[in-house]
């Protein structure tokens, strides 16, 4: 059975989760990104086999980060027929290079190759925007290794919030949402509309669009997971 890059997501999520990394998935075009608790930044990039095109887009990655690893599934002696050179190269280049085997019951992963720290000079500009990317994500629902889907960024998380407070306390203000929901950046989410969510009924007043309410029904399940996190029910 050939398996999808977003098959490997779930049991490479476990594999880094359960070594304490805070993990998320399609971060600023990285498959998977795990954080340490110093926000050391490991970069996964989900692929169905591992070939010299691979390597190179994972050696790009050394622009971003110091530890980069390739995720593939556990390949055949057919499906890999130079796999001691590869695993060779892996090493030799220092990108660290994770088998998916999956089972019947379930999946497991095997570091074939661990990364090794790049002294390649990273961009910080990017290092610091995925970072920051990642640790405002409130859970994780974007699969990593997945094409042509809707992505749920912190901007979006964030634009799912206001509407929802709206939802249920009325046309409100961006202090109003400030005090509420404990973020500093709503005035721009309300102001930028990106997604048409919101309309503007009065000065500094913002209410929904039909298309702001028909998201509060898609993402329902995102609201629910966040609301005892996010959301202050503080009317100001």
């Known amino acids: 059975m050939k398996r999808k890059e977003s098959d ?7 594999h880094f989760v359960a070594r304490g990394f805070t993990v998320r998935g399609e971060v600023l075009h990285c498959d998977l990104v795990a954080l340490d608790s110093e926000d050391t930044v490991h970069i996964v ?21 110091h530890f980069v690893y390739v995720a593939i599934p556990q390949p055949s002696k057919r499906q890999q027929p130079h796999w ?14 994770l088998t998916v085997t999956f089972l019947r019951d379930g999946a497991f992963v095997t570091e074939q190759v661990p990364a090794r720290r790049s002294e ?14 990642t640790k405002a994500r409130r859970g994780d629902y974007n699969v990593g290794g997945t094409n042509k889907t809707k992505r749920l960024t912190a901007y979006r998380q964030l634009a799912l919030l206001c509407a929802n407070y709206i939802a249920g306390n009325g046309p409100s203000s961006p202090k ?23 309309e503007r009924i009065n000065k500094g007043i913002y209410g929904l669009t039909d298309m702001g309410r028909q998201a509060l029904i898609e993402y329902a399940h995102v609201l629910r997971a966040m609301h005892p996190v996010e959301y202050n029910e503080t009317k100001g």
């Open 120 to 133: 390649q000079r990273t961009n910080q500009k990017k290092r610091t925007a995925l970072v920051r990317e």
């Open 45 to 65: 990039e989900l692929k169905s086999a591992c070939n010299l095109t691979v390597l190179l887009q994972a050696v790009a990655r050394l622009n971003v980060s």
């Open 176 to 198: 109003q949402l400030r005090a509420a929901l404990l973020q500093d950046k709503v005035a721009g989410v309300l102001q930028g509309n990106v997604y048409g969510w919101f």
């Open 8 to 14: 490997l997501y779930e049991p490479v999520k476990r």
């Open 84 to 97: 001691r050179e590869l695993l060779k190269l892996c090493h030799m280049i220092g990108i660290g290079l």
